[in-house]
């Protein structure tokens, strides 16, 4: 035995390094949070498919004027603050995952041609649609954060149309609706969620829920978002108008 040998306490020989992981965890946890989350928001964003009067409502409601009296833009912008930490750490985590040389890529990519197994193509896709996030994601949370008393029919029509937001929302849709059910699939099989006897058997069922789902979310956002652009396009004249609700408008007789 040499010196170092003789340094080097028993303790010290077994003790393992629990970071990679805690660093697993916090990724699962974060993306949990994210995909659930992203299937709220879409719906809270489709309610105007059901109206301009019923999207005003879901506005109002997320401002607190039904438990207030009086509308609160702030909670909004604290709320999606929040979204936007859990969303800057999960990209944090996140980056250990991506190739960091064009080297290393190159190697990935060979192994994924190689392999053709759809789990190492889905893992390639998601790092992708992440890698785009970092841009489109963080524009919008940002604008979303400084601009709460702007977001309803015609405000938010506005800004999809007469601000140009249209383009990074198709991006930003398709990119989060690959990626959230590609990972909320990753997670399932991960942790071993709602494993039955065949293995097998539960993984050909995720697959069909999660291509259920991206088909059903991909197909509510993509209607939100030509209802949005429609009410944009007649809207063009009058940019910058709020939407008055049917309730509050004069009665025309
Ligand atoms: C800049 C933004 C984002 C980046 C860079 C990013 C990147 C990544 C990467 C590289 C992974 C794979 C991790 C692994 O292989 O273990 C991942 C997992 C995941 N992401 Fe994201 N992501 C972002 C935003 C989002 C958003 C907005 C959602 C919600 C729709 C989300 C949901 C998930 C889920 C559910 C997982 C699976 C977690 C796991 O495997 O443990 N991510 N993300």
């Known amino acids: 035995m040499n010196q170092f040998d003789r340094n080097v306490t028993d303790k010290h020989r077994y003790k393992f390094d629990a970071m990679p992981a805690k660093l697993d965890f916090i990724q699962s946890a974060t993306g949990l949070f994210l995909a659930l989350f992203m299937w709220g928001h879409m719906l809270f964003v489709s309610s105007i498919l059901l109206g301009k009067d019923a999207m005003y409502s879901v506005t109002k409601f997320f401002e607190g004027e039904y438990f207030f009296g009086k509308s609160y833009p702030i909670i909004v912008s604290i709320t999606v603050a929040i979204v936007f930490i859990i969303f800057i750490v999960h990209a944090l985590v996140a980056l250990r995952k991506f190739p960091n040389s064009y080297r290393q890529y190159r190697i990935y990519r060979a192994h994924m041609k190689q392999m053709r197994h759809s789990d190492t193509t889905l893992w390639f896709y998601q790092v992708f649609t992440g ?123």
């Open 131 to 253: 890698f785009v996030m970092f841009f489109l994601g963080s524009v919008h949370l940002y604008i979303m954060m400084t601009n709460p008393g702007n977001i309803g029919p015609y405000e938010s029509a506005d800004r999809v149309v007469s601000q140009w937001m249209a383009p990074l929302y198709l991006l930003l849709l398709l990119a989060v609706e690959f990626h959230g059910s590609i990972g909320l699939y990753r997670l399932v099989l991960k942790w071993g969620w709602f494993e039955g006897s065949n293995p097998k058997e539960s993984r050909k069922r995720y697959k069909k829920v999660k291509y259920i789902i991206t088909l059903f979310f991909l197909t509510l956002g993509l209607l939100s978002l030509a209802a949005y652009i429609k009410i944009g396009l007649e809207h063009k004249e009058r940019v910058g108008e709020r939407y008055t609700p049917t309730s509050l408008m004069p009665s025309q007789k």
